[in-house]
């Protein structure tokens, strides 16, 4: 199976990397890593060739993996597993590798979702996930299967329309930490669905301005009674400033809007990531 899939988010977000070993820009590779959720990265190329990759944590947690941080740098993998401590294979939707060149997998029982500024090549084995890459996506001989959409077997749901607007703490000073929170503020403002749409978010510590149109979106995770639970959609910035991509996640927990949440990640010429944490003075409307 072949296809070409439009790459979401640019891969340049290596000012925002946050190693959790010491070694691990020096060995390049998965070996040494302690598997606690966060975000792992290497300045090059990444390889494993016989390793297991052990993630730690609850089914909540999030692992982040950036190839390439310095602006080049491939994902290979022989005989590369990713699993949980018990053996099994943790949730996809919870993964990320961010891969500055082409990522390839063989023989391998890969897990998560690749970003790919190359080709992705996943050759036998099993790919739990999905693979968005600026060129070619190939796979050959491989037990294919897409992220389940959250928990409870219910039908996936149809595409819907998400508007919001509001604000969410940021940290000030500025923190490349992902989940840092603080007493700054930035705000947001989008439409999107099926048609597109149009994001708008300021952060008003640093004075990052993404404005643009909406380019993709899709519900990435539903509630055990098959109402959707997360959207995710991205875009690209409209020019009038850095060259950027953005990927928003947010959730509707109903009325008032206390409970929504809203995360973010930027990456291009400018760059920011922010995990996602509750809104405040605004609301989140999923409109099925």
Known sequence: MKKVLLVICLLSMGSLCRAQSPDLGAAQSFALLAGSPGVYCFDAAATSTGHVLTLNGSSTDTWIFKIGTLGTGALTGTNFSVVTPSGAPPPCNNV?????????????????????GDAIT?????????????????????????????????????????????????PDPNSTDPTAGGTGRASFGFNAGPNGGHFNYVNHVTGLHVNGPVTASQVIAINPDGSPKRVLFSGTCDGSGPACSFSV????????????????????????????????RGNIQFHP
């Open 249 to 280: 996640t947010v959730e509707d927990h109903g009325e008032p809007g206390t409970s929504d949440q809203f995360g973010i990640a930027v990456t291009g010429a400018v760059s920011e990531v922010r995990s996602r944490r509750i809104i405040s």
């Open 122 to 170: 996943v050759t036998r084995g099993t790919f739990n996930g999905d693979a968005l890459a600026k060129a070619a996506v190939t796979t050959t001989g491989t037990t294919v299967s897409a992220c389940a959409l959250g928990v409870g077997g219910g039908p996936a749901p149809s595409p819907i329309k998400v508007t919001g607007g509001g604000q969410i703490p940021v």
């Open 96 to 116: 990320f590798w961010w891969v500055a060149q082409a990522a390839t997998m063989t023989d391998s029982q890969f897990v998560g979702t690749i970003l790919a």
